[in-house]
């Protein structure tokens, strides 16, 4: 069964233009639920799932994924990923440098992580990689202010989870990113459609989120007769 499809309205130009009526507009659950969290004065966000953060993780950790001295993860100069990230030995190979970043990551200020994040896109941007999807975000200034709302002891957190269990833990990752640029706040917001209801990785990383201080909440959508919305 595919994903279900809600038809809404477009009020159309803020500034009243000439026509009045508002169009008609066939969207994604998710799509309604961004437009949704707009109306309540999240400026930004972005449906990207687990791409989201494995791009702030591959960005954040693009080093140590591709560090030198790790015998045979790398057979060949175009290796988007060392062999052993979807194993328990990505984690072990590289333990000491894994938990010295998480340690700078958790102390990091906002400043130095616009700083290590410009430095990696700038350096890399368009290679390919198996974690980085460079157009998860509309720009690199984008991907700082929300590195900047999430803050350090957030990411270190993330990324440590990751690191540990890439392979089990990419999954489940809530829907949607919404935030403030004004005062920083974020929500992650998992979206339910008619008939949906939650998985179990997505109900563990849901209480992870919130242990690490992260304001989650759970958006069901429910069609309301045929050309109308109602979410909670």
Known sequence: MGKSVFITEDPGPEDGG?????????????QLALAHYKQKGFDQGIHGEGSTFSTL????????????????VFRNPY?????????????????????????????????????????????????????????RFSSLEQAQNLACCFGG??????????????????????????WRTEDCQFKLVEVKGPNDRL??????????????????EVCHVAAVGSKSEHLS
């Open 79 to 135: 290796q988007s990923y060392p062999l052993d990230l979807y194993t328990d030995s990505f984690y072990e190979n590289r333990k000491e440098a894994i938990e010295a970043r998480l340690q700078l990551l958790h102390a990091a200020s906002a400043e130095t992580l616009r700083e290590w994040i410009s430095d990696v896109w700038n350096a890399q941007k368009g290679k390919a990689t198996a974690l980085v999807s460079w157009d």
């Open 18 to 30: 000439k026509d009045p009526e508002p169009s008609v507009v066939v969207c994604s659950v998710e």
């Open 199 to 216: 998985s179990p990785k997505q109900m563990l990383w849901l209480a992870e989120l919130q242990r690490l201080g992260a304001a989650v």
């Open 153 to 178: 002891p957030f990411l270190s957190g993330v990324c440590q989870r990751l690191s540990r269990d890439l392979r089990h833990c990419r999954g489940g990752l809530p829907d949607l990113v919404v």
């Open 57 to 72: 993780y591959g960005l954040l950790m693009w080093d140590i994924l591709f560090m030198d001295g790790i015998p045979d």
